[in-house]
């Protein structure tokens, strides 16, 4: 399978504990973006990467929340003291980064905090 | 910056039925933009893209979106729906190369029998 991968597909965490997603995108783009999807919403844009570099985090994003890519290919989020409105899907997308592209999604980490 | 309304977030339609989805974005530069389908339980798939080559797009699954730039629409359409259409449905808009890819809240399509 050469599409975006994530893992866990769902996670249940108790409030306060720490989380981290793994997100590994086609092997061929170098531009990496991570979503937060609630019911019934769009996906809201959190970061993205342009190989290693980390171009844009969201103003709506805690500091709770960090991710990264060291090498330029799989990335990682991480959710600090987890609260439950991070209760959410957590989408991974890669793409080419060039002019026009679109971006290629994963099926998603389920986090639930209880 | 860049954003992207759709109007409606649950529209209903007759199989067979034309279908219209509304997408308006908002942009001070050229845009790029796209339609993406997500079926109950499955990640987002791309149904078509425009990119300034030309101002009507097919997509797959027989849809198809015209960009009007007097407008600043990129409403989706299909002639005749299928029971199959029914999913949720993003418009998204991207502005340069370095820009990143907003979504729109969505719409859920249903379709009657």
């Known amino acids: 399978d050469t599409g975006v991968s994530q893992n866990p597909r769902h996670k249940i965490t108790k409030r306060g504990q720490n989380v981290t997603f793994r997100c590994d995108p086609i092997?061929?783009?170098?531009?990496l973006y991570w979503y937060r999807q609630t019911l019934g919403q769009g996906p809201e844009f959190l970061t993205y990467?342009?190989?290693?570099?980390?171009?844009?985090k969201s103003r709506l994003l805690s500091d709770r929340f960090s991710a990264e890519r060291p090498k330029g290919s799989f990335s990682t989020l991480e959710i600090q003291r987890t609260e439950q409105g991070d209760s959410a899907m957590y989408l991974c997308?890669?793409?080419?980064?060039?002019?026009?592209?679109?971006?290629?999604f994963g099926q998603g980490t389920r986090l639930t905090v209880v | 910056a860049q954003s992207v309304t759709q109007l409606g977030s649950h529209v209903s339609v007759s199989e067979g039925a034309l279908v219209l989805l509304r997408c308006n974005y908002s942009?001070?530069?050229?845009?790029?933009l796209f339609w993406y389908v997500q079926y109950p339980n499955q990640g987002l798939q791309l149904l078509l893209k425009?990119?300034?080559?030309?101002?009507l797009v097919k997509g797959i699954n027989g849809f198809e979106a015209e960009f009007k730039k007097s407008e600043t629409s990129f409403h989706l359409t299909k002639p005749s729906a299928h029971m199959s259409d029914a999913a949720e449905y993003f418009c998204?808009?991207?502005?340069?190369?370095?820009?990143?890819?907003?979504f729109g809240k969505g719409t859920r399509l249903h379709i009657l029998p």
């Open positions: 998204a808009v991207s502005v340069g190369s370095d820009d990143k890819i907003i």
């Open positions: 425009y990119t300034s080559a030309a101002t």
């Open positions: 942009s001070s530069v050229p845009p790029y």
């Open positions: 997308a890669s793409s080419f980064g060039r002019v026009g592209t679109e971006a290629f």
């Open positions: 092997s061929e783009h170098n531009r």
């Open positions: 990467f342009q190989n290693e570099a980390q171009l844009e």
